[in-house]
């Protein structure tokens, strides 16, 4: 699970300081506030990883990707091309990394990574790594490895430089060539194991980060229409698709996975868990999915708005249910370690389903299979004052710790946007929630009452 994020210089922020990062972290703000930004970098970082080009320092996407950022002068800050966009991650390991040191007889073990990295523009090349950096942690332990210029840091194109602390590198006989630029953001060179004798765990640190990144899936704000029929020939998704267009598919997928909502709560069938939360949402009274004929890859999905109504498929019903369906698939299909990103996933739906949410997530967080915690993350961007009021209620309840829930204001500054951390109390109160953020309720309801009385002063 990802703990820690920190970008600089990147579209709307200069810094957005440390944020600490939740099972459940939500962005709330004003439009062109940045939200949006925090979620974009991340995807960012993913599209980078998944990229075949393993020189690509960054890959701000194109048609095939779910953002396309444009080009470095639209990603640096203020398009200030003197400026180094700087990242800074941590995460937990879903299990202990270690690392044994084939000459001094010697190994570390850590069961959480953070990862920082530096990079710049080239006006003759893609923008490069300046500096990178990973510590592997563990009970007051630190390994720190870098890569870091050697030489006059003026120039990009200096060599590179091996460290590590206290761990001692130690060099193959021979020339002491120096080390050629990274590897996209944050790998290492492939000349490391040739120079050294043990740095062999380096493709390690750099293997770990890759697969945390590769472990966030993304659910953007508008989902497909919904279809009268859906064609499946069996193959497994990864996710609902970045629109919610594999939602149906991940859900004939995973007819044979089996979820509970908690600790010492039942195994439910995969279909059952997302009937329930529609029931729940108060959107449908059935929902089931089958196969238009024998032996066709043909599908249809019926559902009953009533207990006493016809089945129908999802096109007749309420648009509100098709926007809402991957929101609930994905939260319960994702792989155990999986973070979501998901952008207004309250768009389409009534308040009362907008509230239900929160304990939808609240679920998804806490649910587990196969006996085992599912390690669920949820980084949401919203603009639901429903769904906040729920979250509060659920935290003063005791039905979700404070320890486990994040949440962030977003505005607009004279150097671009502030992030500031809400305080939230034992009783679910946010102490410097910012005002009229949801509208003057109070100042509504006073001129409501004043024009009211105006209107009957001049009916007498």
Known sequence: MLTELRIRNFKNWSDTSEIRLAPITVFFGSNSSGKSSLIQFLLMLRQTAESPDRRRVLHPGDQNTPVELGTFRDLVHGHDLTKEIALSLAWTLP??????????????????????????????????????????????????????????????????????????????????????????????PDEVGAYYQNAGFTSDLALSLEQQLRRIHYLGPLRTVPKRSYVWSGEVPDHVGWAGDRAVEALLAAADRKISAGYKRPNTGFSIVIARWLKQMGLLDSFEVRPIAKDRKEYEVLVRTGATSADVTLPDVGFGVSQVLPVIVQCFYAQPHTTILLEQPEIHLHPSVQMTLADLFIEAVQSREGGQDRGIQLIVESHSEHFLRRLQ????????????????????????????????????????????????????????????????????
């Open 95 to 188: 299990k202990p990394l270690s690392i044994v040191d084939p000459v001094a007889i010697e190994s570390f073990e850590g069961s959480s990574l953070s990862f920082e990295a530096s990079i710049a523009f080239d006006e003759k090349a893609p923008p490069r790594v300046r500096r990178l950096e990973y510590e592997l942690k563990k009970d007051g332990q630190v390994l720190t490895v870098s890569m870091v210029p050697f030489g006059t840091p003026a120039a990009l194109k200096q060599k590179f430089e091996l460290q590590a602390k206290p761990y001692r590198l130690v060099r193959n006989q021979g020339r002491a060539w120096k080390l050629p630029a990274p590897v996209r953001f944050y790998g290492f």
């Open 393 to 460: 209620r659920r935290i003063a309840e005791g039905a979700v710790s404070r320890d486990d829930v994040a949440l962030y204001f977003c505005r607009r500054g004279a150097d671009g946007s502030i992030l500031e951390p809400l305080r939230v109390n034992l009783f679910g109160d946010i102490e410097n929630w910012p005002d009229d953020f949801f509208g003057d309720e109070m100042g509504e309801l006073t001129a409501r009452l004043n024009a009211a009385a105006d209107q009957q002063a001049l009916a007498n």
